[in-house]
């Protein structure tokens, strides 16, 4: 890392690290000072020696909520991209298929999580499905949106030159859609851990939908506490991750927006 680099990195990251130092000393003083109840909310030490002394017990958890959740953004990125070309390229498929589509976004996925336990069991089905509904919809509308920004004179360009619509949408279409499919992407990513995490709520004997359902139960705080936490870390990597792809995939487009603060790299 160049030092014009970390100084961008530094940059972006001070504000949210201070408002995060913040955050925990207010926690650390609403706790010390017993404002709140321990079985209420657990002091930050409390809830540091849970995530450390049962990091394996968590760890093991973790990895089966991380594997629903990037099992389920797999199969709603790429279901997502192939409907947002047909319903694009088909005014019927548009017309017959965004109405259901945005009918079943609306449809609350935990309400209607129980039933994909009934259907497929407790396994791993259910989990990835509702990962898979949760992902689905801002992949659609990012795309469709993405395919149907592109110039229409560069379009027109492309058919007096001779390009067929395969052609024209390998090299103009779809890499032109790509910012708006990212952006798309990182929203579907964090909401898939949600969704992943969900299913495990609805039945599920691991996962961290498990270790903070199963803690909420005892009123084990720390421990629900270090879920909650891990969860928002899975989420954050995943995140981070994608941006680290739109970096190489997308050079130019995030160069030209690298003070945004949506930026986290």
């Known amino acids: 890392m160049t030092t014009g680099s970390a ?11 201070l408002l995060l130092v913040a955050f925990l ?9 017993g404002l709140i109840a321990p079985y209420l909310v657990p002091s930050p030490g409390d ?28 199969i709603a990125a790429v279901v997502g991209v192939l409907a947002a070309v047909a319903m694009v390229y088909s005014g019927t498929v548009e017309k017959t298929l965004y ?14 999580a129980p039933l994909f336990v009934v259907w497929l069991g ?18 659609v509308i990012s795309m469709v949106t993405g395919l149907k920004s592109v110039d229409t004179e560069m379009l027109e360009l492309a058919s007096t030159m001779g390009g067929g619509p395969l052609k024209t949408f390998v090299k103009i279409r779809f ?3 790509l910012p708006h499919l990212f952006s798309g992407l990182k929203v579907a990513v964090t909401l898939a851990v949600t969704g992943a995490v969900v299913g495990e709520f609805v039945g599920a004997n691991e996962g961290l939908g498990f270790v ?28 981070v991750l994608l941006e680290l792809a739109e970096r190489f995939v ?16």
């Open 212 to 239: 903070i359902l199963q803690a909420n139960g005892n009123l084990d705080t720390p421990m629900l506490f270090a879920g909650l936490i891990v969860m928002s870390v899975v989420g954050v990597v995943l995140f």
């Open 250 to 265: 997308l050079p130019w487009h995030v160069s030209r927006r690298g003070s945004a603060v949506t930026t986290t790299i």
């Open 122 to 139: 407790f396994g791993l089905g259910p989990k990835v499905l509702v990962a898979v509904l949760i992902a689905f919809f801002p992949v």
């Open 99 to 112: 109405p259901i589509l945005l009918f079943a976004q609306v449809i609350p996925k935990i309400a209607i």
């Open 7 to 17: 100084m961008d990195w530094l940059e972006r990251t001070w504000r949210p690290a």
């Open 47 to 74: 809830t540091l020696d849970v995530l450390v002394g049962k990091w394996p017990y968590i760890w093991q958890h973790t990895w089966v909520t991380t594997y629903e959740t990037v099992l389920g953004f797999v």
């Open 25 to 33: 000393a207010l926690w650390q003083v609403v706790t010390a000072t």
């Open 175 to 177: 890499p032109a859609s």
